[in-house]
């Protein structure tokens, strides 16, 4: 019993720091239509900044912790909603999606920075070591602290939202903001009191949350991010149901750990482990999955103007081109810049998965790397460097892409981004951190083809832009393909498309099962750059955020744009080898990035084309004008001869 006590306090005190960031996520979702994946960043970065304030500068706590909760927390909230979010009022759905990811990369790439993470932090718990008697159990007073908070949190938020004008407002600015601005209310100025709340309660919880894990960015930042399964139990609606899923969720976690071995787990090691790290995200799958229909608000879809498909002898043509150009850049190249070359050449066809699944079919995965990760597993398994080993990774991804689509056939959006980010996290934790281990490795073989030099570095340069060529002009075929035009319609109106008969999930079903088969294709290509090895750290869900926002920087529905997004993903960390006294570039150049053009429909190849337009005439004659109007002749009233005479 008393094991069992014990264990239960400890998860109660882990769900109440949950519960604190799921309120965070619950409350800018109600008065903004926003939910904020850098949530959990914010909380790190406060985190960090409380141990600057009392640890490197020695301010005493009683000064640090309201510096960072109660003034420089709500100010970054207001100013996060001034400079960023404003605009994004009633954005699609991607747009206000790429945003929050953007900030959730800036503030990585900051932390990063600052605090260099080969330097160890350790932030002392509240109340230090003493410890409290109550019956049979010994509560440590930072416990208590934790459990105090989460309290008064929870009264305050209860009395703000039903009893004061406030409250009720912010419960109400996202439905109808010009309803309350006709009732003497600022909508504007409620939503920033609703973010600087949020951001109090991110920095509350990444404060309370570090004392008991390690001071690490990433750790941190992922800790935070379980918040995401508590809000969505409450269907990001319900404040008590969002608490008493962070309890819960604390709860499970700390009972795996307490009597998984017990139970016969310990023999499996491995799936010990996954389960107690992926409960968060095992869980939040299963809830987006079961959320009724009526409860999934996805956003308007994004209404942007189409790029101009070219033909087929036209992509043809340019994919000849672009395979001689890299023929000679192959011969004149160093043996790094062709190494480099390669890698961007092979993430950019691994980008063309998601314009085809993203820009086309308009479903966003956070879980691209996972495939990619799959189908390198599957070519150093069974490859040999043999083409059985190719076919052998676009199969395994292809099929496991259709099983995950098949339960989330229905989401959309935000929710289709949640549940793919979930997956991602418990295949980190549960496959890759298992069979490659987190300092493991994996022999990945080159493709061995008809006795060509593929083992050199210009010869796989040039296998890359071949592949790359023929991904385009396929990708492009299937734009101008019956199918094609069922994926865009699909992106506009998915109810336009079940009224005119569409068989809407056959449809999503095949997007997702050859997205993940490129992307495997794209992974056996991976797993040969370099010397051949790959490791779980090279196909993080992080990561496939970074691979999303430098896509639609790019442009999410070009081939231009995907060739963008793979160039940048290879160089920024050749960059960081150059620059290594700025942490976390790669974080950094994305989020911001993201954030300067997560307002331009088609990125920076769309921002072009059309100043393009601008400046230079069209080539196309302008249509004669029309023909002038001939005039009218009112016609003249008939005056009956018998009646002529008549007054």
Do not use: H
């Not at 709340?197 to 001071?215: I, T, Y």
């Not at 930042?221 to 269907?235: D, H, P, Q, S």
């Not at 995200?281 to 009526?294: G, K, R």
């Not at 990945?444 to 023929?470: E, I």
């Amino acid at each position: 019993m008393s094991t069992f006590l014990a264990l239960t306090v400890v998860g109660l005190v882990t769900g109440c720091i949950y519960a604190l960031t799921a309120t965070g996520l619950v409350v800018t979702y109600t008065t903004a239509g926003v939910f904020n994946f850098a949530q959990g960043a914010m909380g790190m970065v406060a985190a960090f900044g409380f141990w600057q304030l009392w640890q490197g500068w020695g301010l005493p706590v009683w000064l640090a912790l309201p510096l960072v909760v109660l003034v420089a927390a709500p100010l970054f909230g207001v100013l996060v909603e001034r400079f960023l979010f404003r605009r994004t009022q009633n954005a699609p759905a991607d747009q206000t999606l790429a945003v929050t990811l953007g900030l959730l990369l800036v503030l990585i790439g900051i932390a990063n920075a600052v605090w260099p993470p080969d330097e160890p932090r350790i932030l002392p718990r509240f109340g230090g070591e003493g410890t409290v008697q109550v019956g049979i159990l010994v509560l440590s007073d930072s416990q208590l602290v934790v459990v105090a908070s989460a309290l008064a949190v929870g009264i305050g938020l209860r009395l703000l939202f039903s009893r004061t004008r406030l409250g009720l407002a912010m419960r109400g600015v996202v439905d109808d903001p010009d309803l309350l601005a006709m009732n003497g209310l600022e909508p504007v100025r409620v939503q920033q009191t609703a973010w600087a709340l949020s951001s109090v309660l991110a920095a509350l919880a990444g404060v309370l949350l570090a004392p008991l894990v390690q001071l690490n960015i990433l750790t941190l930042t992922l800790l935070v991010v379980n918040g995401y399964a508590a809000a969505m139990v409450g269907r990001l609606r319900s404040l008590p149901a969002t608490a008493a899923g962070g309890l819960g969720l604390g709860l499970a976690i700390s009972y795996s750990i307490g009597y998984g071995p017990s139970l016969g787990l310990a023999r499996f090691p491995g799936l010990l482990s996954t389960l107690q790290q992926g409960i968060p995200m095992m869980l939040l799958f299963v809830v987006l999955v079961l959320l009724p229909s009526d409860r999934l608000r996805s956003g308007r879809p994004q209404q942007a103007r189409a790029p101009r498909v070219p033909g087929l002898r036209g992509s043809l043509s340019g994919a000849g081109g672009f395979v001689a150009a890299a023929a000679v850049l192959a011969a004149v190249l160093p043996t790094s810049a062709l190494e480099t070359g390669a890698r961007a050449l092979v993430l950019a066809f691994v980008v063309l998965s998601l314009v085809l699944l993203t820009g086309y079919g308009g479903q966003v995965s956070l879980c691209t790397l996972t495939f990619v990760g799959l189908g390198a597993y599957a070519m150093g398994k069974v490859g040999g460097g043999s083409l059985l080993g190719i076919a052998a990774a676009v199969l395994l991804s292809a099929a496991v892409g259709a099983l995950v689509a098949l339960p989330t056939l229905r989401l959309r959006g935000l929710y289709l981004a949640l549940a793919t980010f979930a997956f991602g996290q418990v295949m980190d934790i549960g496959f890759f951190g298992q069979r490659l281990g987190p300092s493991g490795s994996l022999q990945v073989d080159r493709l061995a083809l008809l006795g060509l030099p593929l083992d050199t570095a210009p010869g796989y340069f040039v296998l890359a832009a071949v592949v790359f060529a023929l991904g385009a002009v396929g990708l492009l075929a299937v734009r101008r393909s019956r199918y094609g035009r069922m994926l865009a319609a699909l992106n506009d109106s998915p109810a336009a498309c079940a009224t005119l008969g569409m068989r809407i999930d056959r449809v999503k079903l095949c997007v997702f099962a050859a997205s993940a088969g490129a992307a495997g294709l794209g992974g056996a290509l991976f797993g040969g750059l370099g010397a051949g090895l790959v490791s779980g750290f090279d196909f993080v869900t992080l990561q496939s955020c970074v691979l999303l926002l430098l896509l639609r920087v790019g442009g999410v529905k070009t081939v231009t744009g995907a060739l963008l997004a793979g160039t940048l993903t290879a160089v920024l960390p050749v960059l960081q080898q150059q620059l290594p006294s700025l942490g976390g570039l790669v974080f950094l150049v994305t989020g911001i990035a993201a954030l300067s053009v997560g307002s331009l429909s088609g990125g920076v190849v769309g921002a072009l084309s059309d100043l393009r337009s601008r400046v230079l005439p069209s080539r196309t004659p302008a249509p004669p004008p029309p023909p002038a109007a001939t005039p009218v002749v009112p016609a003249q009233p008939v005056v009956r001869k018998e009646m002529a005479g008549v007054r």
